[in-house]
C-alpha cells in the first residue's frame, strides 16, 4: 500500500511564498508522474501542475510563472513552490501520484489528504 503525506500549507499574505512537499511511502516500485491538484470552496478540483518521472512539467495556465514543481526521485518526494501567491490561490491542495508497486508490480494511483493553503491580508 502507497501513502503520501503532504506538509507545507499555511496562512499567507497576497504576494507572498509557501512551499509545498508530498514524500510518498511504501512498497513502491517506480512511481511515474507525481502532481498537485487543488480545490477552492465550491469549485471542482483542478490540476495545478504535474512532474513526469523524466522531469518534465505541466502547468495551469493560472499558476504558470508563479509556481514551480520538482521531485527528488530519490526520495520519492514532489515539491511545489509557489511565489506571487493571490487570494484565488486559496484552496486545498492535493498530492497525486502513479507508479507501480513491488507486490505483483501493480499499478497504483494514490491521493495525499490534502493541506490547506491560504492567501489573505
Known amino acids: 500500500q502507497v501513502q503520501l503525506v503532504e506538509s507545507g500549507g499555511g496562512l499567507v499574505q497576497p504576494g507572498g511564498s509557501l512551499r509545498l512537499s508530498c514524500a510518498a511511502s511504501g512498497s513502491i516500485l517506480g512511481i511515474n508522474a507525481m502532481g498537485w491538484y487543488r480545490q477552492a470552496p465550491g469549485k471542482e478540483r483542478e490540476l495545478v501542475a504535474v512532474?513526469?518521472?523524466?522531469?518534465?512539467?505541466n502547468y495551469a495556465d493560472s499558476v504558470k510563472g508563479r509556481f514551480s514543481i520538482s521531485r527528488d526521485n530519490a526520495k520519492n518526494t514532489v515539491y511545489l513552490q509557489m511565489n506571487s501567491l493571490k487570494p484565488e490561490d486559496t484552496a486545498v491542495y492535493y498530492c497525486?501520484?502513479?507508479?507501480?508497486?513491488?507486490?505483483?508490480?501493480?499499478?497504483?494511483?494514490?491521493w495525499g489528504q490534502g493541506t490547506l493553503v491560504t492567501v489573505s491580508s
Open positions: 512532474i513526469s518521472s523524466g522531469g518534465r512539467t
Open positions: 497525486n501520484a502513479n507508479g507501480w508497486v513491488v507486490a505483483g508490480s501493480r499499478y497504483f494511483e494514490e
